[in-house]
């Protein structure tokens, strides 16, 4: 009989990526909060994991001028611009108060996924042992 790790470990692997690659997104919006015409991005996690479990509906352009609707490689997709609550005189899109709470909601997710990750590899460890 034999182990599939993808079934074994579930949607963690993927989520623990996706969220390390949305720390780095949010963490340059957060490092650029003073940068003149910087716009802040985000990654759309739920999207992103869908995509790549491969349980997102394909997306087909109707017409050849139509723009791409790729979300870019795995990990993480495309960061895409977030709409502005209210734009700077200089550009710049950055909330920091939305950032610090987009970081820390982000962190704590991460957190979740490592801690059940960790779950799965000591069930698989006492699997492989017999125990």
């Known amino acids: 009989m034999s182990i599939s790790f993808d079934s074994a470990l579930g949607i963690y692997p993927q989520a623990v990526t996706l969220g390390s690659r949305r720390a780095e997104v ?3 919006n957060l ?3 003073d940068t003149p015409g910087y716009k802040a ?3 759309d996690f739920k999207a992103a994991l ?4 491969g349980q997102g509906l394909p997306l087909q352009a109707t017409h050849a001028g139509h723009v791409s609707h790729s979300l870019g490689q795995f990990p993480g997709g495309e960061a895409l611009y977030r709409i502005p ?5 200089d550009g710049n899109t950055v909330d920091s108060q939305v950032e610090h709470s987009e970081f820390m909601q982000n962190a ?3 957190q979740a996924s490592l801690h059940f990750l960790s779950g799965k590899f000591k069930g698989l460890l006492s699997a492989l042992r017999g125990e």
């Open 50 to 53: 869908q995509q790549a479990q």
């Open 41 to 43: 991005r985000d990654i």
């Open 31 to 33: 490092a650029n909060g």
């Open 26 to 28: 949010l963490a340059a």
């Open 108 to 110: 704590l997710q991460y």
């Open 85 to 89: 609550q209210q734009a700077s005189l």
